[in-house]
C-alpha cells in the first residue's frame, strides 16, 4: 500500500537549469495537489489538480507548470530553475474535496545553487 | 496576510500529561479544519479533523475543539507519549461548491514530549 510517491528523493540543480517532479498515488483519489515547505514555514499551495484533465494555480504558482498525465500521476516542472526555489516538495491527492483530507508523499528536497 | 496562525514555534510537555496545541484563523469562509503531525524527513500525516458544523471531535488520546465565534481551535493529547514528539501543522480548508482549493496551513509547532 504505497500511498502517495515522489521521485526523486533529493535533486541538486544549477540555475537555469530545468526538472520535472513525479507524483503518483495509488489510492484513485480525484485530487492532486503540489505544495513547497520552506524553513520556519507551513506548507503552501503551487498547483492543484481537482480531476483529470484540469489545473488550477494555487497561492505561489510562479515558475511553475504542472501536467495531470492520468488519474494517478501529477508532474511538476521547473523550467528554469532559480535559488528562490530550494525548498521541499510535498505532492498529495484527496478523495473528496468536500472535506480534502489530504494524504502527503514523503517529500522532494531541492536545492538550487 | 497569515490566514492560518499557530503562535506558539515549540511547546514541550511531560510524558502522560496533556498536551494543548493551538491555531487562531482569519478567513470566516474556511469550513473544514485539520491537523497534520510530521516527522523530520517525512510527508505529514493526517490526524484528526473537525467540520464547522461541530465544536468538538474525539479520536482515541485525540481531541479537537472549534470555537467559531472565536476562529479559534486547539489539539489535545492525552496522555502525550514520546512518540508524539513531532511538528504539527494546522490546516483549513474552504469549500465552494466547486470544490476546495487546497490547504492553508499554518507555521507548525514544534512539540516535544520529556520524559
Known amino acids: 500500500n504505497a500511498g502517495v510517491t515522489q521521485t526523486p528523493k533529493f535533486q541538486v540543480l544549477k540555475t537555469g537549469q530545468s526538472m520535472t517532479l513525479q507524483c503518483a498515488q495509488d489510492m484513485n483519489h480525484n485530487s492532486m495537489y503540489w505544495y513547497r515547505q520552506d524553513p520556519g514555514m507551513g506548507l503552501r499551495l503551487i498547483y492543484y489538480s481537482a480531476s483529470e484533465g484540469t489545473t488550477d494555480k494555487g497561492e505561489v504558482p510562479n515558475g511553475y507548470n504542472v501536467s495531470r498525465l492520468n488519474k494517478r500521476e501529477f508532474s511538476l516542472r521547473l523550467e528554469s530553475a532559480a535559488p528562490s526555489q530550494t525548498s521541499v516538495y510535498f505532492c498529495?491527492?484527496?478523495?473528496?474535496?468536500?472535506?480534502?483530507?489530504?494524504?502527503f508523499g514523503a517529500g522532494t528536497r531541492l536545492s538550487v545553487l | 496576510d497569515q490566514q492560518v496562525k499557530q503562535n506558539s514555534p515549540s511547546l514541550s510537555v511531560q510524558e502522560g500529561r496533556i498536551s494543548i496545541l493551538n491555531c487562531d484563523y482569519t478567513n470566516s469562509m474556511f469550513d473544514y479544519f485539520l491537523w497534520y503531525k510530521k516527522y523530520p524527513a517525512e510527508g505529514p500525516t493526517f490526524l484528526i479533523s473537525?467540520?464547522?458544523?461541530?465544536d468538538k471531535n474525539e479520536d482515541g488520546r485525540f481531541t479537537v475543539f472549534l470555537n467559531k465565534s472565536a476562529k479559534h481551535l486547539s489539539l489535545h493529547i492525552v496522555p502525550s507519549q514520546p512518540g508524539d514528539s513531532a511538528v504539527y501543522f494546522c490546516a483549513a480548508s474552504a469549500y465552494s461548491g466547486g470544490g476546495a482549493d487546497g490547504l492553508t496551513f499554518g507555521k507548525g509547532t514544534h512539540l516535544i514530549i520529556q520524559p
Open positions: 498529495a491527492s484527496s478523495e473528496d474535496r468536500a472535506k480534502n483530507i489530504q494524504y
Open positions: 473537525i467540520s464547522s458544523i461541530k
